[in-house]
């Protein structure tokens, strides 16, 4: 990109005193005389571009006027001259000077040179003949540099090196940066203890800086391998010191944190990269790019994003010529090269950081909590250099009060001895004439719904239906399917669904996992039903479940028990069955009588297959507090159920919605809608918000493992909408945390572990995996982990940021990867699953 300005290199200076404009140009042009390199313009010549050196290229003063402001502008590479200076007349006794020089022929270092000759010159000193010119080192570095020795270290070293450093962002990474830049200064603490550190390691100063400064991006980024930028001067003989021209080479000093070494070992293995760096400094960065091929994009820069550098020496207030000062003067834009460059300098015994930051990326207060983050664990690193870098303290007392309390203050006093079926059958008691359940033409009243399940429940205790009994149930969507779940739960017994439209091995794998000895089914479907004992179906037995009592049975349920078990996906083996319990769901249940308002319950689509979690949330949320069930086939045949318009609340996917709205089969009716299941784009959002009657888009985030729901976020209307999951629901707690099970800091991205009320009891008949996924944590208690990753917004908000691993979600499938590839294995050695395109265009591919 050579034309953009992001490759200039600029000053803004202030020149304080009388100065001779005239004397001044003319010191210029005897700078440009002397060095060829700011006298040379590139040419394509044959579709290659060529260094042409001018015999004479005169600069002239641009002069600006009081009103104008300096702005930069691109270089012509092809024509020159490729520096350019610019001068205000402020008074008599102050001008203001911009000197820029298009990085192609310059450096930081150059701009040192480049004052003193113009101050010597100025001042009418005379200076030595330069010895060689930039085409010197040029023709030396082709013949004498082993840039292939040179390239296979740096290809070695980098490979396998994350294509990224995924820093969190407070706004979306553009497609194009702008590089328009902001600097933000700080002081850095325990300068004399770190000085000692790096003494007794053999290290340098800066060395143990970017030690310290990798430990703070491996937080932000939940990486542990990182690749940073750091300039070297590259004038190794002495020869090229008084040069003016592209010297500057930049090394990609990639640290390796695996293992969670103490800072001294990190120290050491930064301290023996920095100096195989060094030792390998000659071979051009752009050589590298073009060694390693990496994606290029206008997004983000190669290689590395992050830069990491020791400042050079400032030009703060210096004597120019006899009554002239030089000052610096910041009325320039901050140009960003770089995602983030952190400059760290030592003044006086007193260490100072200086960050430039892309302001399309981060925003001023992001940028301050960072540089607190860093001095923080500045000052743990001097304190204890042999903890391990996973527990160096980062975060402030107010920031884990935050993080731990204030955003997990959710706390509500439920009752706490309620059951699921029982919270229905109050409600029955209070509006008995109530429509329950709509199927189709069919409806139940909160009675026949109440009695029609006594019945059933009586007959399945009958049949030994007891507390903690599986029972199967496979039955096609109809009222009976919600007479028959509950009935289950009254019974005593939890409920293990069975969607007859899955393939017959995951039904029989789901019978014979959840040892399931009786099911609820039709005749029809009996035959899935492969290995289970007792089958009661619904249609024969009719008649004798008719003649049962309709009255309330006394059989008392704790909530403890269990209520049902929903099967997901499993990386390695089958599927594993989710065992939740009353008091989960009753949970969820309270809240969302909370979240919801009485118009949003009174009329609930029941769409899911009850293999899902969201079926819980459909049925039994509506059904406590006096709503109305609305039961369909699926999502997409909302247009055309009988009671359409009687849906006031549409709970589905993502995915399926896209659908729905696409083909303009939402009612007028629907007045909220709840997503859930998979990433919510903003797109959809504002969609959805386009049909007037829609007021309320909900994004709900959770796991199987927590009970449908974990978080809650009532998305806003308008392009300015932050994309966010909310925050979590009642009883629920969301710490987001490092491997190590440290909290990560706010807007860091960190795992998502969930603690609370929702919290299942495990996974059916499988403690051991339950152990792996529910951990104790020391200080927050039984979480689960839930494998996804996410990060805290300054409002108190979570933003899902994508799993850890290879689970994913198709149209709301929950898929382990693995799982496929694992039955993939059984017929061919090698394999891999991926998921290809985006949204409901979703598709899974295997390869072998
Ligand atoms: P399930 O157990 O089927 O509910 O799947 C849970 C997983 O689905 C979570 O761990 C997430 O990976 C994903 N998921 C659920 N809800 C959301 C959401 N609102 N946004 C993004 N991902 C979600
Ligand atoms: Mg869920």
Same mark, same amino acid.
């Not at 060689?132 to 004498?144: I, K, T």
């Not at 090196?161 to 328009?180: K, Q, V």
């Not at 109440?450 to 039955?475: M, Y």
């Not at 009485?598 to 609930?604: A, F, N, R, T």
């Given at each position: 990109?050579?034309?953009?300005?992001?490759?200039?290199?600029?000053?803004?200076?202030?020149?304080?005193?009388?100065?001779?404009?005239?004397?001044?140009?003319?010191?210029?042009?005897?700078?440009?005389?002397?060095?060829?390199?700011?006298?040379?313009?590139?040419?394509?010549?044959?579709?290659?571009?060529?260094?042409?050196?001018?015999?004479?290229?005169?600069?002239?003063?641009?002069?600006? !006027?009081?009103?104008?402001?300096?702005?930069? $502008?691109?270089?012509?590479?092809?024509?020159?001259?490729?520096?350019?200076?610019?001068?205000?007349?402020?008074?008599?006794?102050?001008?203001?000077?911009?000197?820029?020089?298009?990085?192609?022929?310059?450096?930081?270092?150059?701009?040192?040179?480049?004052?003193?000759?113009?101050?010597?010159?100025?001042?009418?000193?005379?200076?030595?003949?330069?010895?060689?010119?930039?085409?010197?080192?040029?023709?030396?570095?082709?013949?004498?540099?082993?840039? !292939?020795?040179?390239?296979?270290?740096?290809?070695?070293?980098?490979?396998?090196?994350?294509?990224?450093?995924?820093?969190?962002? !407070?706004?979306?990474?553009?497609?194009?940066?702008?590089?328009?830049?902001?600097?933000?200064?700080?002081?850095?603490?325990?300068?004399?203890?770190?000085?000692?550190?790096?003494?007794?390691?053999?290290?340098?100063?800066?060395?143990?800086?970017?030690?310290?400064?990798?430990?703070?991006?491996?937080?932000?980024?939940?990486?542990?391998?990182?690749?940073?930028?750091?300039?070297?001067?590259?004038?190794?003989?002495?020869?090229?010191?008084?040069?003016?021209?592209?010297?500057?080479?930049?090394?990609?000093?990639?640290?390796?944190?695996?293992?969670?070494?103490?800072?001294?070992?990190?120290?050491? $293995?930064?301290?023996?990269?920095?100096?195989?760096?060094?030792?390998?400094?000659?071979?051009?960065?752009?050589?590298?790019?073009? @060694?390693?091929?990496?994606?290029?994009?206008?997004?983000?820069?190669? @290689?590395?994003?992050?830069?990491?550098?020791?400042?050079?020496?400032?030009?703060?207030?210096?004597?120019?010529? $006899? =009554?002239? %000062?030089?000052?610096?003067?910041?009325?320039?834009?901050?140009?960003?090269?770089?995602?983030?460059?952190? %400059?760290?300098?030592?003044?006086? &015994?007193?260490?100072?950081?200086?960050?430039?930051?892309?302001?399309?990326?981060?925003?001023?207060?992001?940028?301050?909590?960072?540089?607190?983050?860093?001095?923080?664990?500045?000052?743990?690193? #001097?304190?204890?250099?042999?903890?391990?870098?996973?527990?160096?303290?980062?975060?402030?007392?107010?920031?884990?009060?935050?993080?731990?309390?204030?955003?997990?203050?959710?706390?509500?006093?439920?009752?706490?001895?309620?059951?699921?079926?029982?919270?229905?059958?109050?409600?029955?008691?209070?509006?008995?004439?109530?429509?329950?359940?709509?199927?189709?033409?069919?409806?139940?009243?909160? $009675?026949?719904?109440?009695?029609?399940?006594?019945?059933?429940?009586?007959?399945?205790?009958?049949? &030994?239906?007891?507390?903690?009994?599986?029972?199967?149930?496979?039955?096609?969507?109809? #009222?009976?399917?919600?007479?028959?779940?509950?009935?289950?739960?009254?019974?005593?017994?939890?409920?293990?669904?069975?969607?007859?439209?899955?393939?017959?091995?995951?039904?029989?794998?789901?019978?014979?996992?959840?040892?399931?000895?009786?099911?609820?089914?039709?005749?029809?479907?009996?035959?899935?039903?492969?290995?289970?004992?007792?089958?009661?179906?619904?249609?024969?037995?009719?008649?004798?479940?008719?003649?049962?009592?309709?009255?309330?049975?006394?059989?008392?349920?704790?909530?403890?028990?269990?209520?049902?078990?929903?099967?997901?996906?499993?990386?390695?083996?089958?599927?594993?069955?989710?065992?939740?319990?009353?008091?989960?769901?009753?949970?969820?249940?309270?809240?969302?009588?909370?979240?919801?308002?009485?118009?949003?319950?009174?009329?609930?689509?029941?769409?899911?297959?009850?293999?899902?979690?969201?079926?819980?949330?459909?049925?039994?949320?509506?059904?406590?507090?006096?709503?109305?069930?609305?039961?369909?086939?699926?999502?997409?045949?909302?247009?055309?159920?009988?009671?359409?318009?009687?849906?006031?609340?549409?709970? %589905?996917?993502?995915?399926?919605?896209?659908?729905?709205?696409?083909?303009?089969?939402?009612?007028?009716?629907?007045?909220?809608?709840?997503?859930?299941?998979?990433?919510?784009?903003?797109?959809?959002?504002?969609?959805?918000? &386009?049909?007037?009657?829609?007021?309320?888009?909900? !994004?709900?985030?959770?796991?199987?493992?927590?009970?449908?729901?974990?978080?809650?976020?009532?998305?806003?209307?308008?392009?300015?909408?932050?994309?966010?999951?909310?925050?979590?629901?009642?009883?629920?707690?969301?710490?987001?945390?490092?491997?190590?099970?440290?909290?990560?800091?706010?807007?860091?991205?960190?795992?998502?572990?969930?603690?609370?009320?929702?919290?299942?009891?495990?996974?059916?008949?499988?403690?051991?995996?339950?152990?792996?996924?529910?951990?104790?944590?020391?200080?927050?208690?039984?979480?689960?982990?839930?494998?996804?990753?996410?990060?805290?917004?300054?409002? =108190?908000?979570?933003?899902?940021?994508?799993?850890?691993?290879?689970?994913?979600?198709?149209?709301?499938?929950?898929?382990?990867?693995?799982?496929?590839?694992?039955?993939?294995?059984?017929?061919?050695?090698?394999?891999?699953?991926? @998921?290809?395109?985006?949204?409901?265009?979703?598709?899974?591919?295997?390869?072998?």
């Amino acid at each position: 990109e050579p034309e953009s300005v992001a490759y200039h290199v600029i000053q803004a200076l202030r020149v304080g005193g009388p100065l001779d404009a005239s004397a001044f140009e003319r010191a210029l042009n005897g700078v440009v005389a002397r060095h060829e390199s700011l006298r040379t313009t590139f040419s394509e010549v044959g579709g290659v571009a060529e260094q042409v050196v001018h015999e004479k290229m005169p600069v002239a003063i641009e002069w600006l !006027d009081a009103s104008t402001r300096y702005r930069e $502008r691109p270089f012509d590479l092809q024509r020159g001259p490729l520096v350019r200076c610019a001068m205000r007349r402020v008074n008599d006794a102050e001008h203001e000077v911009f000197l820029s020089m298009h990085h192609i022929v310059s450096d930081e270092w150059s701009v040192g040179v480049f004052w003193r000759e113009l101050s010597a010159l100025y001042n009418g000193e005379s200076l030595p003949p330069l010895a060689v010119q930039y085409v010197d080192y040029a023709l030396w570095q082709r013949e004498h540099v082993k840039l !292939d020795a040179q390239e296979a270290y740096w290809k070695q070293k980098l490979s396998g090196a994350p294509a990224a450093l995924e820093l969190p962002t !407070d706004r979306p990474r553009p497609a194009t940066m702008s590089h328009r830049g902001a600097l933000y200064a700080c002081e850095l603490p325990m300068a004399e203890a770190l000085q000692e550190l790096s003494r007794s390691e053999g290290a340098t100063l800066f060395m143990t800086l970017l030690a310290a400064f990798d430990v703070l991006l491996a937080r932000y980024s939940g990486q542990d391998d990182i690749v940073i930028g750091t300039p070297v001067s590259n004038r190794q003989s002495e020869a090229t010191e008084p040069l003016i021209g592209f010297f500057v080479n930049t090394l990609c000093l990639r640290a390796d944190m695996s293992s969670n070494p103490s800072f001294r070992e990190l120290l050491r $293995r930064v301290k023996e990269t920095a100096l195989e760096g060094y030792a390998h400094q000659d071979l051009p960065f752009e050589k590298l790019v073009e @060694v390693l091929k990496p994606e290029r994009s206008t997004a983000r820069s190669p @290689v590395f994003q992050v830069m990491f550098t020791l400042q050079s020496a400032t030009d703060g207030g210096r004597e120019f010529a $006899r =009554g002239l %000062t030089l000052a610096g003067h910041a009325s320039l834009e901050v140009q960003a090269k770089f995602d983030l460059v952190f %400059t760290v300098g030592e003044n006086q &015994g007193r260490l100072h950081g200086i960050i430039e930051y892309a302001t399309d990326l981060f925003d001023r207060e992001t940028i301050a909590r960072m540089s607190a983050h860093y001095e923080k664990l500045l000052s743990a690193i #001097a304190k204890n250099p042999d903890e391990k870098i996973s527990k160096l303290e980062m975060l402030g007392v107010a920031e884990r009060q935050k993080l731990v309390v204030e955003w997990n203050a959710t706390k509500r006093d439920y009752p706490r001895d309620q059951s699921i079926h029982a919270l229905f059958s109050a409600q029955a008691k209070k509006t008995p004439d109530a429509v329950a359940v709509i199927f189709g033409e069919q409806t139940l009243s909160y $009675r026949a719904l109440d009695e029609r399940s006594n019945q059933l429940a009586r007959h399945l205790q009958k049949r &030994g239906v007891g507390p903690e009994t599986l029972v199967a149930i496979c039955v096609e969507r109809s #009222a009976e399917m919600v007479v028959s779940l509950l009935a289950i739960l009254k019974a005593g017994g939890a409920y293990v669904p069975v969607d007859p439209k899955y393939p017959q091995a995951r039904i029989a794998h789901i019978i014979a996992d959840s040892r399931a000895t009786i099911a609820v089914t039709t005749q029809a479907l009996a035959p899935l039903c492969v290995g289970i004992g007792a089958l009661l179906t619904l249609d024969t037995l009719g008649g004798e479940i008719a003649k049962e009592a309709t009255s309330a049975l006394a059989t008392r349920v704790d909530p403890k028990q269990l209520a049902y078990i929903i099967y997901t996906s499993g990386s390695t083996g089958g599927p594993k069955g989710v065992a939740i319990e009353h008091r989960n769901a009753v949970t969820l249940i309270h809240w969302a009588r909370e979240e919801f308002s009485d118009e949003e319950l009174s009329g609930v689509l029941a769409a899911t297959s009850i293999c899902f979690d969201l079926s819980v949330f459909e049925l039994f949320v509506p059904l406590a507090w006096g709503g109305t069930v609305i039961v369909a086939e699926n999502a997409l045949s909302l247009g055309q159920l009988p009671a359409r318009d009687r849906v006031k609340l549409v709970n %589905t996917v993502p995915s399926a919605m896209t659908q729905l709205e696409a083909t303009g089969a939402i009612p007028e009716s629907v007045c909220a809608i709840n997503l859930a299941g998979e990433a919510l784009s903003d797109q959809l959002v504002q969609k959805l918000y &386009g049909h007037e009657h829609i007021r309320r888009v909900r !994004d709900l985030y959770g796991p199987s493992e927590d009970t449908t729901y974990s978080t809650a976020a009532v998305r806003k209307k308008g392009s300015d909408s932050l994309v966010t999951i909310g925050r979590p629901i009642a009883n629920t707690a969301v710490y987001l945390l490092s491997p190590e099970l440290e909290l990560v800091p706010q807007g860091a991205s960190g795992e998502i572990y969930i603690g609370g009320q929702g919290l299942a009891r495990g996974y059916l008949h499988r403690a051991e995996l339950t152990a792996e996924k529910f951990i104790e944590h020391p200080v927050y208690g039984r979480l689960y982990r839930t494998g996804d990753l996410g990060r805290w917004l300054a409002s =108190g908000e979570l933003q899902y940021l994508g799993r850890r691993d290879n689970q994913v979600k198709v149209r709301g499938f929950r898929i382990e990867l693995g799982e496929i590839e694992a039955a993939l294995h059984k017929r061919v050695k090698e394999a891999a699953v991926i @998921v290809h395109g985006e949204g409901s265009d979703k598709q899974l591919v295997g390869y072998y």
